[in-house]
């Protein structure tokens, strides 16, 4: 089975902290996502990688940004933390097929506090 | 702008019941349109997609229609269990890099 991996389940930060989520996958996956979840606006893409060291903005990129060293690994960084930022993150990875979409395999979400 | 609208944002039906939920698109250049399903405290995961090219898809309890002149879909789920109470997402997404799209979900609840 495909597991990603988010590995701070709940954090709580003080406005201004710099705040690094982890996200890691184990299937090999070339595309990884992450994404943010607040009630009523759904799934808003922050940013995605396609591969190795690659990354483009999504929809709500500003006040974020993303590092992907290593296949396995994509990593949401806020550099200086606001209280607007108090969310549920979610990280997803796929194996684009050829001409095809590909499922999405979330992770179990990082629900961040900023106080 | 809202690229998918889905509607309704909570859905209440009893056991046994038809639940359905709609979704409209505006970009005609979409061609794959997969619905994810959410469980409280975990990920979304797919639950079954359709494209373009046909009307309606089937997976056991769970059908996608699909009117591609309306732009819309919509998700049935026949003979409602409290186990299907999650929320839904619809999604749709073009050839190319196929990110996702997500509409902004609909918490389902089926009462026993």
């Known amino acids: 089975d495909v597991k990603v991996t988010q590995s701070s389940r709940y954090l709580v930060k003080r406005t201004g902290e710099k705040v690094f989520l982890e996200c890691v996958q184990d299937m090999d996956h070339e595309n990884m996502f992450w994404y943010r979840q607040d009630p009523g606006l759904g799934l808003r893409l922050i940013y995605f990688?396609?591969?190795?060291?690659?990354?483009e903005k999504g929809d709500i990129p500003e006040g974020y940004s993303v590092s992907r060293e290593k296949k396995e690994r994509f990593s949401l960084i806020l550099e200086s933390a606001s209280t607007n930022q108090t969310s549920m993150y979610l990280c997803a990875s796929r194996l684009p097929g050829q001409g095809a979409p590909g499922e999405l395999f979330f992770g179990e979400g990082s629900r961040l506090t900023v106080l | 702008q809202q690229q998918v609208k889905q509607s309704p944002q909570s859905l209440i039906v009893q056991k046994g019941g038809i639940s359905i939920i709609n979704c409209a698109y505006e970009?005609?250049?979409?061609?794959?349109f997969p619905w994810y399903q959410q469980f409280p405290g975990k990920g979304p995961a797919l639950l079954i997609a359709i494209r373009p090219d046909v009307s309606e898809k089937k997976e056991g309890r769970f059908t996608i229609s699909f009117n591609k002149s309306a732009k819309q879909f919509s998700l049935h789920i026949m003979d409602s269990q409290p186990g299907d109470s999650a929320t839904y997402f619809c999604a749709a997404s073009s050839g190319g890099s196929y990110i996702p799209t997500f509409g902004r979900g609909t918490s389902l609840i089926v009462h026993p």
């Open positions: 970009n005609t250049a979409f061609d794959y």
């Open positions: 990688s396609y591969d190795v060291k690659m990354k």
